[in-house]
């Protein structure tokens, strides 16, 4: 039964079939715009659509991608139609998907310098060219003493970030483990990885002070100032600080340079969590929003947001790399090299938590060249003006409010009927397939959420949105 | 200067450069195994042929992929050629490598099952196959109180592991942190992120019991015992063993009975971590190295280093979903919906460390298709004999001496000359380019790991490499 070649798949039958599937997804991006953006499978119907057990012999590719079509493609919530405006985007583009094969296909492992050399330099390199592309402080260049690296979410590099503060404040976390004194802060509108990494690293839920929030949601440095005091004095230990630039409820954007100083005077690190909004700082107009990053420790923003690359691509920098390789680096004797004995060069698996990485900076390197720093500017720009746009009409209307600022591509806003209203419209607007939006609970209200950021995103699609909303409210309330 | 769509690659331009890259690609495989395995360049000299700064304007995809060929493509450390023999096989397919590209095109955020339920119900699918496939207890199929989840890497989850036995274990250590009382287990020969994880989690690496092996590197049994009580005497908190099958250094397998039944009557979690021999018990004759697991909490292995799936790709399961969710989970207003609410569907953010997620599952799928059962059990039973005749040849030759038995893929061996003449002999390999093979030490001496198992090794890979490394040893010792 077996083949000449075992049942592996021959060059040639990879470059039909890739063929294949490189067409299949051509098509998929053209006719995206048609398919319901939520997906209207109910629990378990994939599943059921599904054999029980794995095929004892193998099956060709032509029914895997007939699969694809039939089974997958009705289970899937389309993150990229245009008319997807529900929590962030996640805009993948051309380049990035290539990118991302280029990746998979090479199959390297970039754990240590030695594994892929240049999986690592090309990592540094396209990391310190977003340095200048974002016009971040010089500290977070490579040519300094920190330097950037790509994780897998916010999340994570919001961990790393921790798990560093946590070594620097406390210097024997990683032998002695946590005692409980140890302290973090994040406003209360700080998104919910803050919370799960101080769960994770043995800080506690406890210990994350909510600093309290402005009208505008932004963290209030005053009160970040008294938490840490009211800590000292009480003899814990103040270890991290997480400021946002753009939270997820509504885009609030903390304060940087009062909560950098603060942080400086008590000695405690800095990490600036910027994942969806950072992308924006392409344009100069917009680098207003990291203004006093330059007190930061670490700063991370998420290309798979908003910059046309395929999850997963956060990009997290510190200001000390040392403080981050002090606080992740264990060296087993079957890792040890020459290269990495010798100091000169980078191991980027003591800069994250797993030990295996993949080659992700190809598609990020891919996206800014096809695109250039002017295409990347013009899109951006783009998505930034047509939530402007959209915010206008919402201002304008009167059975519609802003539910808060919006200083980029994200519109909170509100029927003025109430949470029930609001339900109801947020429900019978997914359930059209024409949009997908997503909801967030601001000042103890129901507030709808409309993101705008999705590759292919035009003012077509957000008028006809826009339209979609007012029609359907005004069907529902019969007003 | 925008075009029509603004500077976004059309369908059509993707279809082009999608079938460029899939041609590349075939010719990388065509050609790999002619390329020097170990990439040659020195410490800067990709990044010295990267510009500084971000080009300005859109470049062509053409001029992309020059770039891969001549910067990057030296760059690399080839993972994908069949005389990769270093660290473990990282071994990808055609089918992996498709299914990863349909991932990327997709575009899609698992993170809750409303954001893609076919992602969600793929997962669980395909991780209920793969119990079946090697045959694992059933407690860990999903239609048991457990289920399985894919992580990035087995580094993760050990992590989640810890955390889930962590707050099983204290109850409190998510809210109020730890408290310096709590001890996790392995053996001295565990893999290193193991204690890793324990730093991350705040439980300390003091608190580490590197429990002693016997003669063939095996977790003692008794040694785990004494130390259990040991620690309970001293009224410490016992949350964590890890057990392992299939060493990193020298793939020794801890006895599971033995250990499952200390763990049970202790209360303790048991994770079992098989990163790259659990891919042997697709074939019913290795099953023996898993005897003994119906008693662990939680089991990995890493489809993605010898099961024919691109990194990353490792399959977790947990015998009690709830203990894991309950240790990850947090929910935020805006990540709410209807479906989460109602509990009738899994949200796979709260099986892992990060809220994203790609749909792995694909990959994964295409790949358990593509080979079948009997394919993937061709190709596993085919690498573990070449390794028993590489075992064979190195017992029969004077100059050798086995380092470990041989129980499956790995062969750790060394020249009787001692550690200079080993170490000379590695670095000789290594740079003639004919292969990469990479080294560990085995009680306090250096030792040549050999590992099998990249998807195009054949006998006539195994049986040159064997003869270059006896020419080599014999040119450098002149005997």
């Not at 063929?19 to 629990?43: C, G």
């Not at 997480?242 to 005077?265: M, R, W």
């Amino acid at each position: 039964m077996a083949r000449q070649a075992g049942f592996h798949m021959t060059p040639e039958e990879f470059r039909r079939h890739g063929r294949e599937l490189i067409d299949w997804l051509a098509r998929y991006e053209e006719r995206v715009e048609s398919l319901p953006v939520l997906s209207r499978v109910r629990p378990g119907d994939v599943a059921a659509a599904l054999p029980d057990l794995a095929p004892e012999a193998p099956e060709p590719f032509e029914t895997v991608l007939r699969d694809v079509e039939q089974v997958i493609l009705p289970g899937i919530t389309h993150w990229q139609s245009p008319n997807f405006f529900a929590f962030f985007p996640a805009n993948a583009s051309g380049p990035s998907i290539l990118g991302e094969l280029l990746s998979a296909g090479l199959g390297v492992q970039g754990m240590l310098w030695v594994t892929s050399p240049a999986c690592t330099e090309l990592e540094t390199r396209v990391l310190d060219w977003l340095v200048g592309l974002l016009g971040l402080p010089d500290r977070f260049h490579s040519s300094s003493a920190g330097a950037g690296v790509i994780q897998d979410s916010a999340s994570s590099a919001a961990l790393c970030a921790l798990l560093a503060g946590r070594e620097r404040a406390a210097r024997t976390t990683n032998t002695t483990g946590c005692d409980g004194k140890l302290v973090a802060y994040a406003s209360s509108e700080a998104h919910s990885s803050i919370e799960k990494a101080v769960r994770i690293s043995g800080v506690g839920s406890d210990n994350l002070r909510r600093i309290e929030v402005d009208e505008q949601k932004r963290m209030r440095p005053d009160a970040l100032e008294a938490a840490l005091h009211e800590d000292r004095a009480a003899g814990r230990v103040p270890c991290f600080v997480c400021a946002t630039v753009g939270t997820t409820s509504s885009q609030a954007l903390d304060p940087l340079e009062p909560i950098g100083k603060i942080c400086a005077e008590h000695g405690v690190w800095l990490h600036v969590d910027a994942a969806m909004a950072g992308s924006a700082a392409i344009c100069p107009e917009f680098r207003y929003i990291q203004a006093g990053l330059e007190r930061a420790d670490s700063y991370c923003f998420n290309p798979h947001k908003w910059l046309f690359t395929n999850f997963d691509c956060d990009c997290f920098w510190v200001a000390d790399r040392h403080a981050l390789i002090d606080a992740l680096s264990i060296l087993p004797d079957y890792l040890r090299n020459r290269e990495s004995d010798s100091g000169a060069v980078t191991d980027y698996r003591d800069w994250q938590v797993p030990l295996g990485r993949r080659f992700r900076s190809l598609k990020l390197w891919f996206v800014i060249r096809h695109y250039g720093a002017e295409g990347l500017r013009h899109h951006i720009r783009e998505h930034i003006r047509l939530a402007q746009q959209f915010a206008t009409w919402v201002r304008e209307h009167e059975c519609f409010e802003l539910a808060a600022p919006v200083p980029l591509n994200l519109v909170c806003f509100r029927h003025v009927g109430g949470d029930a209203v609001n339900q109801a419209l947020l429900d019978r607007l997914n359930a059209s397939g024409e949009m997908y939006i997503t909801q967030t609970r601001l000042d103890g209200r129901l507030t709808l959420r409309f993101s705008i950021g999705q590759t292919h995103t035009e003012a077509r699609h957000v008028a006809r949105a826009w339209e979609c909303i007012v029609e359907t409210a005004e069907r529902s309330t019969g007003s």
